[in-house]
């Protein structure tokens, strides 16, 4: 009989190992997936990203925003004429050029106003540009390696017990589920990065319409900080990206499995924290509020 239990044994064992390693290969799957398709959507202007709701944005601020973005500029030029007027002694000091220098304030003011989408393009495609030079400097390394030595895995499980393997398979499921709901965090910071693009895209004539004027133009140099640091973003995230393809590639595999599963886990939760941080900190770095 004792054949008989030890057959039985062995051939759990090997279902087991075989479940085991099958958890394992498509462990990071969906991470990957993620990961790999970041340098892609993170590269894309918001035009690129996706059109009809860029087109939606841009009629719906020609729409509604720039009547009130011409609005405040009229009251930007207007407050600006007359305290020309009144620092000069209601023109008693007559002085052409700052008629001149008005008009053409004026003109620039328009003209910004009118071509607030071209410069939104313009700004992310500059840094579109700065993402995909990186992205081809680092294309090896944003291939991430999950190869692993399957018959020194199999070798380093086959020495475990039954129940050993047992509660290594419930862990590789609990580790399964945190990495699904770390995919999803990546997601979220990614797609809410467009989300938020579209969104502050939305008012550009306002900010952009108090540009002419010295005191109100603070208005907008914050907006156009602002939106470099949106734009600029996409280059750390491709920082994050490739710290995070290196770091998870020197992980050993067959030594040991709980090493191996919970160290992958930390560095895809460290990933998701840096993402996190990117916002911010590129907020820092161009000085937006």
């Known amino acids: 009989m004792d054949w008989l239990f030890n057959s039985l044994e062995e051939w759990i064992k090997g279902g087991l190992i075989d479940v085991l390693l099958t958890i394992y290969q498509e462990l990071f799957t969906s991470v990957n997936d993620q990961v790999g398709g970041i340098a892609l959507e993170v590269g894309k202007s918001p035009l690129d990203w996706n059109p009809d709701v860029f087109n939606m944005i841009r009629n719906l601020s020609i729409t509604v925003v720039n009547p009130i973005a011409g609005l405040i500029l009229t009251f930007v030029l207007t407050y600006e004429l ?24 004026a003109f620039c003011a328009v003209y910004i106003l009118t071509h607030s989408f071209d410069i939104i393009i313009g700004i992310f495609g500059l840094a579109q540009t700065v993402v995909q030079q990186s992205a081809g400097l680092v294309t090896g390394s944003l291939a991430l390696n999950h190869d692993l030595d399957v018959d020194a895995l199999r070798a380093t499980l086959e020495a475990s017990s039954i129940w050993g393997l047992l509660f290594l398979v419930l862990e590789m499921n609990i580790v399964k589920l945190a990495i699904m709901a770390m995919s999803i965090v990546i997601f979220i910071i990614i797609y809410g990065r467009m989300i938020e693009i579209y969104c502050v895209v939305s008012v550009a004539p306002i900010p952009l319409s108090t540009m002419s004027n010295h005191e109100w133009g603070q208005i907008g140099a914050n907006y156009l900080k602002a939106l470099f640091a949106l734009a600029f973003q996409a280059f750390l995230i491709m920082v994050c990206i490739v710290i995070y393809a290196v770091l998870i590639n020197t992980i050993p595999t067959a030594d040991n499995l709980h090493i191996a599963v919970w160290s992958r886990v930390g560095y895809t939760a460290l990933l998701c924290r840096a993402l996190f941080s990117t916002g911010s900190l590129a907020k820092s770095l161009f000085g937006a509020r």
């Open 82 to 105: 007359i305290n020309m007027v009144i620092n000069k002694n209601n023109m008693h000091h007559n002085d052409t050029f700052e008629i001149f220098k008005w008009v053409f304030k």
